[in-house]
């Protein structure tokens, strides 16, 4: 019992403290309304912070609450409802702060404390630092176990001359982009989401991940509009790749994609990237988002014993023969084509009743962070 006071004092303390530090009040109907464009004045804008993000979010049982922050910025927080009338929040890439994150972080927890909320899960792309991660640590904040979105991730100037583009990447990309071309690989943009569909399921049933239903990226398009784009590849009339981006401002990102495992001679997937980027490029994007590279653990960490033979292997030369690491393939993939790797904090837990926290930890954290990707 005498824990339990001192976690109930601790709170009403912090509660005081938050209100000093800075605020975070529900958007006007005002704000709502323009609400993509707050999240654009930020500087640091977010696909996953847009209207049109959590109108698809809604489908699988998430609401959001939109917040303006006293200190600057804003914040969209996706509020997924749990048991006996509790919640759990979630903020996709934000706070968007354009004050001291840690303040944003604290008046979202006091404001979220009013609606019986557990905790709250934040990603921001803010960079991996030691300070930074112990200012919100005064803020309540501790590294996250589980993420939703990647912590590093591959940027690459887009507005840069095409040729220089391709200078800059890995002489065997370049050569399977020729080569794609030269088997007569066809890129093409469709607004067909369920031919975009069809094949993500054969990726996903190969690859075995998860995939969005066809209602879901049908919301998607609804809420997205024309920031949202689809590009396939074909061989003749068979589909072999898809890629679906979104983008906003100067940015775009890569959300869902693959290739079908066929004609794997012609490098379908590879010309499929390289159209993708060139698309977004005569559209004005700068930066290009690839979302999503294998994150190796950080300073101090130990690697699984698999994931040491492989790093072994591939120091000395040799293949790899079993892959821990989902995204090792991807990531190789990916850096071919250059651009920076940039990581991000990665995600931050904040207890908002600390009573009830132990009771998160133990069951729903994992459950609810994989349905909130």
């Known amino acids: 019992m005498q824990v339990h006071r001192e976690a109930a004092a601790h709170d009403r303390a912090f509660a005081r403290a938050g209100r000093e530090l800075t605020s975070a009040r529900i958007a006007t109907t005002g704000e709502d309304a323009a609400w993509d464009d707050l999240v654009q004045a930020t500087g640091r804008a977010h696909i996953l912070q847009t209207k049109g993000w959590a109108h698809a979010k809604a489908l699988t049982g998430w609401r959001a609450e939109r917040y303006v922050l006293g200190g600057g910025g804003v914040a969209q927080v996706l509020i997924r409802p749990l048991r006996f009338g509790l919640v759990f929040a979630y903020c996709p890439r934000g706070p968007l702060a354009t004050g001291p994150l840690a303040d944003a972080i604290a008046a979202l927890r006091v404001a979220l404390a009013r609606y019986r909320c557990v905790a709250l899960l934040c ?21 996250a176990p589980v ?62 991940f998860a995939v969005h239903s066809l209602e879901y990226l049908e919301r998607l398009r609804e809420g997205l509009g024309d920031r949202l784009h689809v590009l396939m590849a074909r061989i003749g009339s068979e589909d072999v790749g898809a ?116 009771l998160w930890q133990l069951a729903g954290r994992r459950r609810l962070a994989r349905s909130a990707a």
């Open 147 to 208: 993420y939703v979105q990647p912590r590093r991730t591959l940027l690459l100037n887009a507005q840069i001359d095409p040729d220089l583009l391709l200078a800059a990447m890995r002489k065997k990309t370049r050569q399977y982009i020729r080569k794609a071309e030269r088997a007569g690989v066809v890129t093409e943009e469709t607004d067909d989401l369920a031919r975009f569909h069809r094949l993500l399921r054969v990726v996903g049933e190969r690859d075995r």
């Open 243 to 358: 890629l679906m981006l979104a983008r906003m401002g100067e940015r775009a990102w890569e959300l869902y994609g693959g290739w079908s495992g066929t004609h794997a001679e012609e490098r379908p997937f590879y010309l499929l990237k390289w159209r993708a980027i060139q698309r977004m490029r005569a559209l004005g994007v700068e930066r290009y988002d690839m979302w999503g590279l294998s994150d190796p653990p950080r300073s101090g960490e130990a690697l699984p014993r698999g994931q040491v033979l492989d790093l072994v292997a591939s120091r000395l030369g040799l293949r790899a023969r079993g892959t821990v690491d989902p995204l090792a393939g991807v990531t190789e993939f990916k850096l071919g084509f250059g651009g920076d790797v940039v990581t991000w904090m990665g995600a931050l837990e904040v207890p908002v009743r600390r009573l009830l926290y132990p």
């Open 123 to 143: 990603d921001p792309e803010v960079p991996d630092s030691a300070d930074l991660l112990r200012a919100v640590g005064h803020a309540g904040a501790r590294l």
